[in-house]
């Protein structure tokens, strides 16, 4: 009875150990993407990206996506956004599936000096996962709140550098609302004759969780406008 017992606990602790090494507390990643964008007329402007983002020591795909949006100039303060995004997302510690998204944004921005500025944007989004497939079944969707602020400096003609933090509030089926992410980017925006290259490293860091995971990756985007 004792060694049953005493191998009981054993395999209790050894599937404890495991199921704490499935999940990554700390990695490091890559996002790197290409957007186009496109004047339509003073206030109306719209954009194509494509992005990859990889994790495990940017040895593993982590999930790509495409994301055709669109922005409308209120004033000189005031815009309005919209985004459809498809994400093909393998899943660092389940089960591949494909992610379809909508966004809606309220930005602002202002000058607080010469060259400095204050950008702010409070996004809803709301993901579905299989949605063409899986979803009448399945009912898998969630939505979050983000609220984005960015301080940019205007170095010269070519540097914009800037910093910015945002805040993740998820919302999911039978659970209460609640804060699960925040992100950090230091970057710069360098503008050549080729385009506009996107250069920042970022930290996210899970909260509210019992093994919340730290994120480190540097991130690039080539932009063109058409």
Same mark, same amino acid.
């Given at each position: ?62 999930? @790509?996506?495409? &994301? +055709?949006?669109? #922005?409308? =100039? ?5 815009? /309005?956004?919209?985004?459809? $995004? ?15 998204? @909508?966004?809606? &944004? +309220?930005?602002? #921005?202002? =000058? ?5 500025? /204050?950008?702010?944007?409070? $996004? ?103």
């Amino acid at each position: 009875m004792k060694k049953a017992n005493i191998t009981l606990l054993l395999l209790i602790f050894c599937n404890t150990l495991f199921s704490q090494q499935i999940k990554v507390v700390r990695d490091i990643g890559f996002w790197g993407g290409i957007n186009l964008e496109k004047e339509l007329s003073d206030d109306i402007e719209i954009n194509f990206e494509q992005q990859i983002r990889m994790y495990n020591n940017v040895s593993k795909v982590d999930d @790509y996506f495409f &994301d +055709l949006g669109a #922005k409308y =100039k209120i004033n000189k303060n005031f815009g /309005l956004g919209a985004n459809v $995004r498809f994400t093909h997302n393998e899943k660092r510690w389940r089960e591949a599936d494909n992610e379809y998204r @909508y966004n809606l &944004d +309220l930005r602002y #921005k202002g =000058k607080l000096a010469s060259k400095l500025k /204050l950008h702010y944007r409070i $996004r809803y989004q709301q993901e579905f996962v299989d949605l063409l497939f899986k979803y009448k079944t399945t009912k898998n969707y969630h939505s979050s709140v983000r609220n984005k602020i960015e301080l940019e400096y205007k170095a010269n003609e070519k540097n914009e550098f800037y910093i910015s933090g945002e805040l993740f509030r998820l919302i999911e089926s039978y659970k209460a609302p609640y804060f699960n992410k925040i992100r950090y980017f230091i970057g710069d925006k360098f503008k050549s004759k080729i385009g506009t290259f996107n250069c920042s490293l970022g930290y996210e860091q899970e909260i509210n969780t019992n093994y919340p995971t730290s994120f480190y990756f540097f991130k690039t985007v080539y932009t063109l406008k058409l």
